[in-house]
T-cell receptor, first 114, second 112 residues
Framework: ETGVTQSPTHLIKTRGQQVTLRCSSQSGHNTVSWYQQALGQGPQFIFQYYREEENGRGNFPPRFSGLQFPNYSSELNVNALELDDSALYLC?????????????FGPGTRLTVL | LAKTTQPISMDSYEGQEVNITCSHNNIATNDYITWYQQFPSQGPRFIIQGYKTKVTNEVASLFIPADRKSSTLSLPRVSLSDTAVYYCLVGGQAGGGNKLTFGTGTQLKVEL
């Protein structure tokens, strides 16, 4: 069984640019969540997708957007990058019918904005 | 989601038992308590989850008193590889989806 994978592992962008991060969920999981983790902080919830629809959003501006595809993989898009967007971006998937907070995280994408 | 409070850091030695306590005074009736472990530059990893009393799995035990306002993660006989950040989360599936709310966690350092 393949776990959650993310690409790329590292990325360097400049302020004002746009970035797309990708996530493949674990087999059998139809829910994907994205988190931003700044250095020394816990992960912060960005949004969640369930069956290709957004299913909850955290306190992030609209320039953070996402997609989920029919195979349940997902993308996180960030427009007009700011220096404070530098962080580890984590994707987590959870199985269908989950009743509790068990999510399976990928290794993350380290984004650096210069 | 209920706010959690846990120590910022703890130190231990190999072979010792480590207990990390988390306070969650305003836990709701349908909330579960979940602990995650995170190594540097990796995603958090689910350790254990419980609702009440005691839960044990192959890596840890979780003790939850009757009032559920706190919980204790117990790691038996820690090793150097248990050095990580441990997060206590409280919540459950809500109408807006399973949003996990992480605090700053407890940095556990295990030494020889």
């Amino acid at each position: 069984e393949t776990g959650v994978t993310q690409s790329p592992t590292h990325l360097i962008k400049t302020r004002g640019q746009q970035v797309t991060l990708r996530c493949s969920s674990q087999s059998g999981h139809n829910t994907v969540s994205w988190y931003q983790q700044a250095l020394g902080q816990g992960p912060q919830f960005i949004f969640q997708y369930y069956r290709e629809e957004e299913n909850g959003r955290g306190n992030f501006p609209p320039r953070f957007s996402g997609l989920q595809f029919p195979n349940y993989s997902s993308e996180l898009n960030v427009n007009a990058l700011e220096l404070d967007d530098s962080a580890l971006y984590l994707c987590a998937s959870s199985p269908a019918g989950t009743q509790t907070d068990t999510q399976y995280f990928g290794p993350g994408t380290r984004l650096t904005v210069l | 989601l209920a706010k959690t409070t846990q120590p910022i850091s703890m130190d231990s030695y190999e072979g010792q038992e480590v207990n990390i306590t988390c306070s969650h005074n305003n836990i709701a009736t349908n909330d579960y308590i979940t602990w995650y472990q995170q190594f540097p530059s990796q995603g958090p990893r689910f350790i254990i989850q419980g609702y009440k009393t005691k839960v044990t799995n192959e890596v840890a035990s979780l003790f939850i008193p009757a009032d559920r306002k706190s919980s204790t993660l117990s790691l038996p006989r820690v090793s150097l590889s248990d050095t990580a950040v441990y997060y206590c989360l409280v919540g459950g599936q809500a109408g807006g989806g399973n949003k996990l709310t992480f605090g700053t966690g407890t940095q556990l350092k295990v030494e020889l």
